[in-house]
């Protein structure tokens, strides 16, 4: 039995889920905007394994989103994922953000744009098709009335970002998908069993998260 823990921290959302073959047990998380991640991380994972009658030793591998995100939320997920790896000497697993909240997304038509907020008019996305393939890669992009004005099929928005996309993605064959706003843990399950079935692992001493740019701090 292949139990796998997988960790979601990359927005306000701190998200835990304990999987087993890919099916989803249990999942416990909470979106709040002081980002509690460093408070209610480890709390969650305790509560799982205690809920779900598993010692910490039956886990099979620790999967993680490993961004873009947030630096500090990604931080500490990463850190903490790498720490029980290393503890119980089982593989890490990386997914990414942006994959996980497409995942969300059940719709068999058109395509799949996740955006996770940053600043001012620029998010971070990606494209997948209707199956979940990534068709455009992730990247840092500013929204204007001109984005994805070649593209006439329907383009489900998803993510935390969704009010300001409203004002300038205005063309009728954009849908916002307004409760599907932040990644979850419960959509990594089925993604970590695949990768784990491929054996698709990272080096746990080297593993970095994929901030996609450089942190900065903000000027006094």
Do not use: W
Request: a negative charge; hydrophobic letters at 40%; one cysteine or more.
């Amino acid at each position: 039995m292949n139990y796998i823990l997988n960790i979601e921290t990359a927005t306000k959302n701190c998200s835990v889920s304990l999987a087993l073959n890919g099916k989803t047990i249990l999942c416990k998380e909470i979106a709040e905007e002081g980002y509690s991640h460093a408070e209610k991380l480890h709390v969650f994972i305790e509560e799982i394994i205690i809920e779900s009658h598993l010692d910490i030793k039956d886990l099979k591998a620790v999967a993680v989103s490993k961004g873009p995100g947030s630096y500090t939320g990604l931080r500490i997920g990463v850190s903490t994922a790498k720490g029980l790896c290393y503890a119980l000497g089982i593989p890490l697993i990386s997914l990414d953000t942006l994959a996980v909240l497409a995942a969300a997304v059940k719709q068999n038509d058109g395509l799949i744009v996740p955006m996770i907020d940053a600043r001012r008019m620029e998010v971070y996305s990606a494209v997948f098709d209707q199956n979940h393939q990534k068709i455009k890669a992730v990247q840092a992009e500013i929204l204007s009335e001109d984005s994805y004005s070649d593209v006439t099929e329907t383009i489900y928005i998803v993510g935390d970002c969704q009010a300001k996309c409203k004002t300038v993605l205005t063309k009728p064959n954009f849908v916002f998908l307004e409760d599907q706003v932040f990644p979850s843990a419960k959509e990594m399950c089925a993604l970590s069993f695949a990768k784990f079935e491929q054996k698709e692992f990272e080096d746990v001493a080297y593993f970095e998260p994929f901030y996609l740019k450089d942190f900065m701090l903000n000027p006094k």
